[in-house]
T-cell receptor
Framework: DVKVTQSSRYLVKRTGEKVFLECVQDMDHENMFWYRQDPGLGLRLIYFSYDVKMKEKGDIPEGYSVSREKKERFSLILESASTNQTSMYLC???????????????FGPGTRLTVT | KNQVEQSPQSLIILEGKNCTLQCNYTVSPFSNLRWYKQDTGRGPVSLTIMTFSENTKSNGRYTATLDADTKQSSLHITASQLSDSASYICVVKIRNNDMRFGAGTRLTVKP
């Protein structure tokens, strides 16, 4: 059973703080993803990584950075949190390699971040 | 404009009734389309995947259809249960790691 865990379910931070969101998967997946989910907008891809130390920008990378030092862990960093980054953040993982086009993404439970 | 449009935005039905959720997309090239179910406070979980050549696929009481010519998909839920209350998200994959998500339909099943 694939498990994707996120370090916090709820987080409240102040404007300007540095915020770390951690994601860990236990299925040796190559690909990992960070999304934010806002009402009426659907999931939007922030960054993804297809290998250790590799990262690719998604649709909305501004204000975020990521780190993937180990295969199982993918961190999302808000260098200086702002109120418009208040959102639900979802991490996902999926296998890579041949056949990746039809592989399912497995999602974590999400972190609801509030920036005040 | 979202390239994957879902309707309705929200839906309330009585337990035991059927319902159909719609997904229209404009993205291309098309690789596959997934329906996800997202319970409140949880991440999305895949229900079905459909590729270009598939018209219908069932998963228990969930049946998804795909018309790749008109770029439309639907998710039909039969004999709804309270546990079906969730958001249902349509996702179209274009390339290996390039996906477009719909905003979801929020379904509430009432006793």
């Amino acid at each position: 059973d694939v498990k994707v865990t996120q370090s916090s379910r709820y987080l409240v931070k102040r404007t300007g703080e540095k915020v770390f969101l951690e994601c860990v998967q236990d299925m040796d997946h190559e690909n990992m993803f960070w999304y934010r989910q806002d009402p009426g907008l659907g999931l939007r891809l922030i960054y993804f990584s297809y290998d250790v130390k590799m990262k690719e920008k998604g649709d909305i990378p501004e204000g975020y950075s990521v780190s993937r030092e180990k295969k199982e862990r993918f961190s999302l960093i808000l260098e200086s949190a702002s109120t418009n980054q208040t959102s639900m953040y979802l991490c996902a993982s999926s296998p890579g390699g041949a056949g990746v086009i039809n592989y399912e993404q497995y999602f974590g439970p999400g972190t609801r971040l509030t920036v005040t | 404009k979202n390239q994957v449009e879902q309707s309705p935005q929200s839906l309330i039905i009585l337990e035991g009734k059927n319902c159909t959720l719609q997904c229209n997309y404009t993205v291309s090239p098309f690789s596959n389309l997934r329906w996800y179910k997202q319970d409140t406070g949880r991440g999305p979980v895949s229900l079905t995947i459909m590729t270009f050549s598939e018209n219908t696929k069932s998963n228990g009481r969930y049946t998804a259809t795909l018309d790749a010519d008109t770029k439309q998909s639907s998710l039909h839920i039969t004999a709804s249960q309270l546990s079906d209350s969730a958001s249902y998200i349509c996702v179209v994959k274009i390339r290996n790691n390039d996906m477009r998500f719909g905003a979801g339909t929020r379904l509430t099943v009432k006793p």
